[in-house]
């Protein structure tokens, strides 16, 4: 693929240095062959979800401009996690996590692979998701939910605390 196509990741961290965490990985995203970083949201102090007997998350959005496909992208979101630490397989779902990146938008695509699915499923609901989106990207669409703005509009937020 030689086009660059926008597509946009979530990031999040709790564990440790969760902050700086966030910071070394926008870092190493935009250092990722085939990745780089157009804009960055500020960083949001969120509850936690799901499983909300942990510490506060740290989270994040970063525009990318892309030449890898959906699961080539995913691979090396997996890899920086891994450089921080990250073990998926002994991690509990909706757990506490050294650094979690996830696929939210792969431009207007619509993906179901195994591993991978975008519209990221939760998006729509999630404001420590929506509320940094919105930040960079007001206006984009999620296919099947409609204009960031408007989503971030349903979701309550008023325990999300912007950092920087």
Known sequence: MNTPVEAYIGLGANIGDAAAAVERAFDRLDQQAGIRVIARSSLYRTPA???TEQPDFINAVAEIATTLGPLPLLEALLAVEREAGR?????ERWGPRVLDLDVLLYGDAI???PGLRVPHPHLHERAFVLVPLAEVAPSKHVPGHGPVVALRERVASGDIQALR
Do not use: L
Not at 87 to 91: I, L, Q
């Open 49 to 51: 979800w799901g499983v």
């Open 87 to 91: 073990d998926r397989r002994a991690g």
């Open 111 to 113: 993906i179901e692979e």
